[in-house]
């Protein structure tokens, strides 16, 4: 079945009667996320090797198009769940990419301090992260966060100035989403301000070189999120990202 094939059952189901509630009532579109994940096309851009659809930006991006007219929310939530698999798809295990292949894990983007840039310090194996963020789309909905920092001093190529990226599992204690305000994205999308406070993750959750996440940012984030937002409409949003 091609992944048109596959989108379009979801969109008459399940993405399209999660389109109300998001708009109307600020509810997050869980069912129609839900029905993505299985019809694996939260799975898209992930490699065939680990029972992803193998597909890249147009295809992706193709797919945001089509969910947008139908359901704004869920579109946002896969703009920013495939910004991030981008990153993860390049840097990160085997076992997170599965995980996405299968339509059992969504990520999301958390980018945006509010408030001093997140500090990471390594003790042994273990990195505790402390700030805020926001404009995080999918807050608490998420099963994971592309969070930055800066360098934790994990390698040669971390310094002062450099900025690292960290693939922060959603349940990890100490991390937590305020009593939730209206945020800037479309209704029903939970973008909301995510805290890590602190929050310990293990230094393998590092993505690429510690202090070369601005790189990352810059070569696979920014792109991917550009020609995502492209094809939706942006006139009532906010960017997600602000780039440093």
Known sequence: ?????????????????????????????????????????????????????????????????????????????????????????????????????????????????????????????????QGRKRHVVAAGEADSYLWSSGPAGVGAGAGPDGRSLWLVPAHAPDLYVPARAAGPGPSGSATSTVCADPVRVPASALLGEDGGGECLVRDIVLPWLNELAAVTDQTDQEPVLVAS
């Open 1 to 129: 079945m091609s992944y048109r094939t596959a989108l379009a059952h979801v969109l008459t189901g399940a993405v399209a009667s999660g389109g109300e509630p998001a708009r109307m009532q600020g509810r997050f579109p869980r069912s129609g996320v839900t029905a993505l994940g299985r019809a694996g096309l939260l799975g898209l851009t992930v490699s065939p090797e680990l029972g992803g659809g193998g597909r890249g930006l147009a295809e992706a991006a193709d797919v945001v198009a089509r969910v947008a007219r139908v359901c704004p929310a869920a579109a946002t939530v896969l703009r920013s769940h495939y910004a991030a698999v981008a990153v993860v798809e390049a840097c990160g295990g085997a076992w997170v990419r599965a995980e996405i292949a299968a339509g059992r894990h969504l990520c999301s983007l958390a980018l945006e301090e509010d408030g001093p840039e997140t500090a990471a310090r390594r003790t042994g194996e273990v990195v505790t992260l």
